[in-house]
């Protein structure tokens, strides 16, 4: 951090790393990475939210990780220490759950195994991480698991409210007293298409909000 | 020193590697307590499940205490000693010879009534299935069902640990009138279902086959047992 002694630590430059992610930069939304998982953890919130923090500490720590150690990787090789370091990351906090939140461990099974192969942390490692400090990019790893989880909360959201009727477990459509009047779930939520439709309306709204997305 | 060189190439690899693995081991061995204990605690409340009790993780050691008053390990000729039942290893003992298998049987008493809890193990479409079955006091009549998987297909053979299968179990019957095992069948498109059968998850042909299988493989080991203790231990 020596040569960032000028800059405090939640500077407007460093703030932009956490809060562009989120918005106009949005990993899923705007480069369209991480799709898969996005389809696949989204029936329930709960997962969901689980997902977007194990991704969160993978991809902070992985970045800080490799900015720390960035001077010392040799070039040729750069790709396989990523890889290792994320593997380690992911091990540890699928042992975690595992040990401590067992039964959100059995819904993400694989899913969990398969953060490594989650584009947007391979991604920020090799285009953030190997050159910039590990403060910024601590930063970083938070903006962009940030922008990533957002996604997975407002499609799961959405999934498990019109396909079980349920918020994070609680039957708000019984409550409201809609399934009297003769309201349905929708199963098709539940299946894996409907997330990528519902994720499709998402970067439509996203981008008719936002001009600047638009491809001339 | 040259960063691009082989040697350094090759020490960097070294000692990553030593760091990561030194890293791994030592997770691994501090959280393998809690994660056993884990499995032990989802297994109690399996088997609570299938005499349709629905603990929380929390609760399990407690209710478990509860109501499984006695754990019997059953031989195939109807022999028995009493023991703990939690440690066997289902799939070992499946593969043993059948005068050699060991198989538990867990007895709980809920409200005065005594039922009679078998483990099951068994091949899925993807990967192992396992479950309980409990048994009322005629040991012939299913009291309820528990099913767990490893990775069936979402949506299709995953059903398996849905009530609205498990439901279907309740009430059927393992020997017909003449006493004969029957086991119960795990069907497709029968309009009339019998007594001993069930209907199968549509889309789930090979996971349906495989709990008939499972239950029909290790509720025969017990049959010795349920005709010679029908009426000494109720």
């Known amino acids: ?216 | 020193m040259n960063k691009e060189s082989n040697s350094y190439t090759f020490f960097f690899t070294v000692v990553m590697i030593v760091i990561v693995a030194f890293g791994l081991s030592v997770t691994a061995i501090t959280l393998k307590p809690v994660q056993e204990h884990n499995k032990e605690l989802e297994k109690k409340v399996n088997i609570l499940q299938s005499i349709n009790l629905n603990p929380t993780f929390e609760e399990a050691d407690k209710e478990f205490n509860k109501y499984i008053v006695k754990t019997l390990l059953v031989k195939s000729d109807g022999s028995f000693t009493e023991g703990n039942g939690l440690d066997i290893n289902l799939k070992e003992e499946l593969n043993k010879p059948e005068n050699e298998r060991v198989l538990p049987l867990f007895i709980a008493q809920v409200d005065g009534h005594k039922y009679y809890i078998i483990p099951l193990y068994g091949k899925g479409l993807w990967g192992p299935i396992w479950g309980f079955v409990s048994l009322k006091e005629d040991m012939n009549t299913v009291y309820g069902v528990s099913f767990g998987h490893k990775t069936e297909t979402p949506g299709l053979g995953a059903k398996i640990v849905t009530e609205e299968f498990r439901n279907q179990f309740k009430g059927k019957k393992i020997f017909d009138k003449n006493g004969n095992f029957t086991s119960i069948l795990v069907v497709k498109n029968q309009k009339q279902l019998n007594e001993h059968q069930v209907d199968a998850i549509s889309g789930a042909t090979m996971t349906s086959k495989g709990v008939q299988n499972m239950l029909n493989k290790v509720l025969s080991h017990y049959i010795n047992f349920f005709k010679q203790h029908k009426n000494d231990l109720a």
Request: hydrophobic share 50%; proline share 4%; aromatic share 8%.
């Open chain 1, 1 to 216: 951090m020596k040569g960032q002694e000028k800059e405090s630590l939640f500077s407007p430059q460093n703030l932009k790393l956490i809060t562009d992610p989120i918005g106009k930069k949005n990993p899923i939304t705007v480069l369209v990475l991480g799709i898969c998982s996005a389809l696949a953890v989204t029936v329930q919130m709960k997962p969901a939210i689980v997902m977007a923090l194990s991704v969160m500490v993978v991809l902070a720590f992985s970045n800080v990780t490799i900015s720390l150690i960035r001077k010392l990787i040799p070039t040729r090789i750069r790709i396989i220490v990523q890889l290792t370091v994320i593997s380690f990351m992911v091990i540890i906090v699928d042992q975690i759950l595992k040990a401590y939140a067992y039964d959100v461990s059995k819904q993400l099974s694989v899913f969990v195994g398969l953060i490594i192969t989650n584009c947007i942390i391979m991604g920020r490692l090799e285009a953030f991480a190997l050159g910039n400090t590990p403060w910024k990019s601590f930063l970083d790893g938070i903006g962009n698991a940030a922008g990533y989880g957002l996604i997975l909360v407002i499609v799961s959201f959405f999934r498990e409210l019109l396909g079980s009727g349920t918020v994070l477990g609680y039957p708000v459509l019984q409550k409201l007293g809609l399934y009297s009047i003769g309201y349905e779930n929708n199963g098709m939520m539940i299946l894996p298409p409907m997330a990528l439709i519902t994720l499709g309306v998402i970067v439509w709204i996203h981008r008719s909000r936002n001009k600047d997305l638009i491809e001339k």
